[in-house]
């Protein structure tokens, strides 16, 4: 229990046992005692509750009577807390379908008003507010017989910090839509006038399937006028119902009524950029876009907001219909909208997932975000019977240098399998110097260690995607090795390469890191000076984006932060390197694409600051083409202007590029304020 108002809990309740703890649980220790009307369980309700509240030592009253209506029922409950003698100052209101979200604790040492409202949250996205705190004193009583509301003398506040979340399942839905009807139509034989009783009407309609009767009631109460909001969604809802019954011009002069009606809502817009999409008219679906993702969220309206809309739903639209633009301002307005979707945290799943999938459509090669990127193949010959593939560059003091891997495997057509002629998988490595200029000036393969064991599983061979980084004067590598383990699992070593004599690793071991035995591919290696004379560099690796996790070389978790985007997918690619004083470096997606059946690669540069938190990023890219590309190596070039890039295209070539730093700079954005594509339309 915490200080403040003291509150009792008062509900109606009819074979619950199905929602009771998780309702209950929620409530319990921010209430007082309970006064709890049952109408009727059969299933142990009664017990439940009792045995609940006794467990917590909360004194409370369970009283039995009939259901008529929902209006007298919750009336009787109320009747029964008012005639109690516990101790409260104020009743909350809850239903067993319902949880209680308390996210200020200290909510009851402000409470002083009448009554107050909290936010009512389902999972469709619909929110609004409703009355569900009312203080003993005042003299509430309910009124209407299903969808009924409580009128308080004085009125009711917001209150925030404190909502519920409508899960829907309670045991009256069942037959509800139905009892409902009935119900009503009883009292609008009393009250043919009955604003409340013609909206709800139309919802029992519209939830019971029986759509065309929602249309007329819908017609009906938004004809009648009063409570704007109400008169408002009923326009909409009548506009919904006539597009389900395939009239779709009903639908549009009804959207629009209903937007006209009440521009400040946008939820009419997005019901009508969705519909032009659908019929595949994208250019007028923009201008619905466009026109509700400039409307704010309607913060001074309480009912029926459909947060969906204003917080994915038109972005998705947008997001989609976008692309279809010939205005290339718009197509990149659509652009930044997918990718703030695909990486928006706060986002559903099936919302930035499409998004992310979408990002397809729209990435561009790195030259177009870039203009200075200039890529070439590094002209390396690699021996008979292999092909040079993801190249890692390095610097060692001013000297370029670069790991090139070569395979003994072709691709198959549809870039799915290995072809090998029957032989193992191999990997041969070799040390290539470079010129200023990026040529050639050295090659030598990188032999296996001398004291390396005979491998346990054969299939696999070799030290792959060698990942190159100087640390206190001397050269090193991180690769991924499959057979040491009989199941070919994953794993990684470091290994320092000795020049003297025949170029080969030493020094290596491999690097376990606490936790689930699961394959462990591209970590990206970071070399961080040490400030002191003592103790030299230290090699830390990237080993996720997300959650962002930091290891060391012995494969124990230094630092571990959940970034503000969703960057679950992104996964390791490069070197980290020094970058305006923290850390950048190249990551990958990889997108698979059904109707192609192909994989596909898209690019990433991710800034993390020095305490090694990802804070930027760049929209997705290619190098070269869609398709299979894998960056392994980032550098500065000598003349510390210019980043040196190295990939693979498609397991059988090996490219470098350069691109100018200050561009890199310019295309990185604050993942904390992502373009979104709208930021330019002035807000209504």
């Not at 050295?442 to 990942?467: C, H, N, Q, T, W």
Request: charged letters at 25%; hydrophobic letters at 40%; one cysteine or more.
């Amino acid at each position: 229990m915490t200080n403040g108002g003291r509150i009792c809990l008062n509900m109606i309740v009819k074979n619950e046992m199905a929602n009771l703890e998780r309702c209950l649980g929620a409530v319990a220790e921010h209430i007082n005692c309970w006064v709890i009307g049952d109408t009727g369980s059969t299933d142990g309700t009664q017990d439940f509750i009792r045995n609940f509240f006794a467990a917590r030592n909360l004194p409370g009253e369970l009283h039995e009577f009939p259901f008529y209506n929902f209006g007298q029922a919750r009336n009787a409950a109320l009747d029964h807390a008012y005639a109690s003698p516990l101790a409260y100052d104020y009743l909350l209101f809850d239903d067993a379908d319902m949880q209680l979200v308390v996210e200020n604790k200290a909510f009851r040492e402000r409470l002083d008003a009448p009554g107050y409202r909290f936010l009512q949250r389902a999972d469709s996205g619909l929110t609004y507010w409703n009355t569900r705190l009312v203080k003993r004193d005042v003299g509430a009583r309910y009124h209407g017989v299903t969808h009924e509301y409580i009128d308080i003398p004085g009125g009711a506040k917001e209150l925030r910090g404190v909502w519920y979340k409508d899960h829907a399942t309670g045991s009256n839905r069942v037959d509800k839509f139905e009892r409902d009807i009935k119900l009503l139509l009883g009292a609008l034989e009393k009250d043919p006038e009955n604003h409340r009783s013609w909206f709800y009407l139309a919802q029992s309609y519209r939830d019971a399937g029986r759509t065309a009767e929602a249309a007329v009631a819908y017609a009906k109460r938004a004809a009648m006028g009063g409570w704007d909001e109400e008169a408002w969604n009923a326009r909409l809802q009548e506009a919904r119902c006539l597009k389900k019954m395939g009239d779709d011009a009903g639908f549009v002069r009804q959207a629009l009524a209903a937007f006209n009606q009440r521009p400040h809502r946008a939820e009419p817009l997005y019901d009508l950029a969705r519909h032009y999409r659908e019929k595949g008219m994208n250019d007028a679906s923009v201008l619905f876009c466009e026109a509700g993702l400039a409307i704010a969220r309607p913060e001074q309206d309480i009912l029926f907001i459909e947060d969906s809309v204003y917080a994915t739903g038109l972005q998705e639209e947008y997001s989609i219909v976008a692309n279809y633009a010939r205005d290339p301002a718009r197509k990149d307005r659509g652009r930044a909208a997918c990718n703030w979707l695909a990486l928006n945290r706060g986002a559903g799943d099936g919302p930035r997932d499409q998004a992310w999938s979408n990002t397809f459509f729209y990435v561009q090669p790195a030259l177009a975000l870039m203009p200075s990127f200039s890529a070439r193949p590094l002209g390396f010959t690699a021996p008979d019977g292999y092909r040079p593939t993801n190249p890692s560059v390095a610097r060692i003091g001013k000297q370029i240098v670069l790991a090139q891997r070569t395979v003994n495997y072709t691709m198959t057509e549809d870039e799915l399998q290995y072809e090998t002629n029957g032989d193992a998988i191999r990997t041969r490595n070799f040390l290539l110097r470079l010129s200023d200029d990026l040529d050639i000036q050295s090659a030598s393969e990188i032999l296996p260690p001398v004291d390396m064991p005979d491998p346990v599983y054969k299939g696999v061979l070799g030290f792959e995607d060698l990942r190159l980084f100087a640390i206190n004067g001397e050269l090193w590598g991180s690769a991924c090795v499959r057979e040491f383990s009989q199941d070919a699992l994953c794993q990684q070593i470091i290994a320092r390469i000795e020049e003297s004599g025949s170029c080969h690793l030493t020094d290596w071991r491999i690097l376990h890191p606490a936790g689930q035995r699961i394959h462990q591919k591209n970590w990206m290696p970071q070399v961080v000076a040490n400030p002191s004379d003592i103790g030299g560099d230290e090699l830390r690796f990237m080993y996720l984006c997300d959650p962002t996790r930091t290891i060391d070389d012995q494969a124990r978790t230094l630092s571990e932060t959940l970034p503000p985007i969703a960057a679950q997918r992104f996964r390791g690619g490069s070197q980290l390197i020094a970058f305006d004083g923290g850390w950048l470096c190249l990551i990958h997606e990889v997108q698979w694409r059904q109707p192609e059946n192909r994989r596909y690669y898209l690019h990433r540069f991710v800034w993390f600051d020095k305490q090694n938190s990802l804070q930027k990023v760049t929209r997705p890219f290619f190098f070269n083409k869609k398709g299979i590309e894998f960056a392994a190596g980032l550098a500065w070039h000598p003349d510390e202007s210019r980043l040196l890039i190295s990939y693979g295209v498609t397991d059988r070539e090996a490219w470098l590029a350069t691109v100018d730093e200050a561009e890199v700079r310019f295309v990185l954005e604050d993942v904390n304020m992502l373009r979104s594509g709208v930021t330019d339309l002035p807000q209504i």
